[in-house]
């Protein structure tokens, strides 16, 4: 039923499209190859993450190698899309290969218990933080700075906001292959949904490597930076004024 309400919904957004006289896509190109504007109209893409200055840091970061490493996440647990279980069995292959690491679940939702029952099945309860929603804005990007890596498991995702919020903090990032990810981070830090193997394999790289780690975080610091830029309220007034006064013109011929 999901199946079928997903098709027809995607069939729906893009009959919209096809009739709209302008179209602002909130991704670079995924979603305009999942939803092309026809021949002509004119496109924005730009996306909805809206950051204020104190949610950048000033540098890239480095990696502190005297305590445990902490992955952090942040993401509704109102079913499996998020796919946190993964991200638990990920945190227990690494801690079986001898690098001591946590995980904190930033969010909350009716499978919360049950993915407290699966850390403590798979003997790492005590190495899973589950935070619950956290409203404050100072103090995400707290959970965040005090963080090594940023983990997505989604299956299915448009651009994450939470994974922008975490590469302004110059976090490196380690993601399946969900939405617009591909836009966001390097390829070799994506991995295919489901894969906890693949996403503790990334993780170790980036802790064994300090220069992948710095390189990471820079990369990731710096397209946060430009997310932010395109998503300027000026630019989305701008175009839409233009589309307006285009629209109104043709009307009136």
């Not at 502190?64 to 993964?86: E, T």
């Not at 959970?143 to 490196?172: C, H, K």
Request: some cysteine.
């Amino acid at each position: 039923m999901g199946r079928l309400f997903g098709s027809l919904a995607t069939l729906f957004a893009r009959a919209i499209v096809r009739r709209s006289v302008g179209v602002v896509y909130v991704s670079q190109e995924w979603l305009q190859a999942r939803y092309p504007a026809p021949i002509g109209v004119p496109v924005l893409a730009r996306s909805n993450v809206v950051l204020g200055d104190e949610a950048y840091v000033d540098a890239p970061r480095s990696l502190d190698l005297s305590r445990p490493i902490r992955l952090c996440s942040i993401g509704a647990m109102n079913g499996k899309i998020k796919g946190h279980d993964v991200l638990i069995e990920a945190t227990q292959i690494l801690n079986g290969l001898g690098l001591k690491t946590t995980l904190s679940l930033i969010g909350d939702g009716p499978r919360m218990a049950e993915l407290a029952n699966i850390s403590a099945h798979r003997g790492i309860r005590g190495d899973v933080n589950f935070l619950g929603q956290v409203h404050a804005p100072e103090r995400v990007r707290e959970i965040l700075d005090e963080s090594d890596i940023y983990l997505s498991g989604s299956y299915s995702e448009g651009l994450s906001r939470a994974m922008v919020e975490a590469m302004a903090r110059a976090l490196p990032v380690v993601s399946t292959d969900a939405g617009a990810v591909g836009e966001l981070i390097e390829n070799q830090y994506i991995v295919a949904p489901g894969d906890a193997t693949a996403i503790s394999g990334k993780v170790a790289a980036l802790v064994e490597n300090s220069v992948l780690y710095e390189s990471a975080s820079r990369a990731n610091l710096a397209c946060a930076k430009n997310v932010g830029a395109l998503a300027s309220p000026g630019r989305l007034a701008n175009f839409l004024r233009s589309v307006t006064e285009g629209s109104s013109g043709k009307c009136g011929r």
